[in-house]
Every structure is written in C-alpha cells, then in structure tokens.
C-alpha cells in the first residue's frame, strides 16, 4: 500500500517570501526549487527525507483546511481498491495536471492526504 512519507504541503499566495522567512530567517534549507518562481520549492534538514512543499496558491489553489500529507505508492489502483475494501468512499485515482497519478483523502480530523503514484 503505501511506502513512504514524502512531503507536507502548504499554499502560499507569496511562496517565494514564505521560502524566503523558512530559509533565511529560521535557516531551514531549500532541498529543491526546479519549478520557477518558487512554485512547489521544498524545504528541509536532510536531502531524501520528508519535506515541507510550499506551493503557489494564486497557480495551484489553497489548501483550505488542516493540512496535507502527501504519500508515495507504488500501485494507486491497488492501494484505491484496498482502501474501498475498508469502507473508505473515495473518487478513484486521476491523472494530475502536472502528469502524475493521484488520489485525494482525509482523516477524520479534515486533514488532506495526497496518494501519488511515480510518473512512468
């Protein structure tokens, strides 16, 4: 099913000041930045391990309520029918708009989680 935990996302309407304050002001490093203009840069301590992802929301949208963690499987469509098995009513995966595969969810506290699948 799932296989690891590979970020936490946020939105900002200024990604490029929220990176700024993360990284210059509390010292957290910039692990990637390849989209542009700040759009989806993550931050963090350890290159390969989780990362905050801040995202831009006038592009993107905003995250709305809680937040959204975001992991990594190997099968979304194997993971969908697992998770339909268990009671979960859910919308079955889609291809995203930046190419990849996702599944969207919440906990029962509100909080978003994203179910990616690698790009091919």
């Keep these: 099913m799932l296989n690891s ?9 200024n990604t490029k000041k929220l990176v700024e304050f993360y990284t210059n002001i509390l010292g957290v490093p910039i692990q990637f930045e390849g989209y542009g203009d700040y759009d ?15 995202w ?3 592009k993107w ?10 992991f990594m499987t190997d099968g979304l469509d194997k ?13 079955p995966p889609y ?18 989680i994203l179910l990616l699948e690698p790009m091919e």
Excluded: H
């Design 61 to 70: 949208g905003k995250y709305v309520k809680g937040s959204t963690f975001v």
């Design 40 to 54: 989806g840069a993550q931050i963090g301590f350890i290159k390969g391990a989780p990362t905050i992802t801040i």
């Design 79 to 91: 993971t969908y029918e697992e998770l339909k098995q268990k009671g979960m009513e859910l919308e």
């Design 95 to 112: 291809k995203a708009a930046w190419g990849g595969r996702e599944l969207k969810l919440q906990d029962f506290e509100g909080n978003n």
């Design 56 to 58: 831009d929301e006038n």
């Design 5 to 13: 935990l590979l970020c936490i996302n946020i939105s900002s309407s």
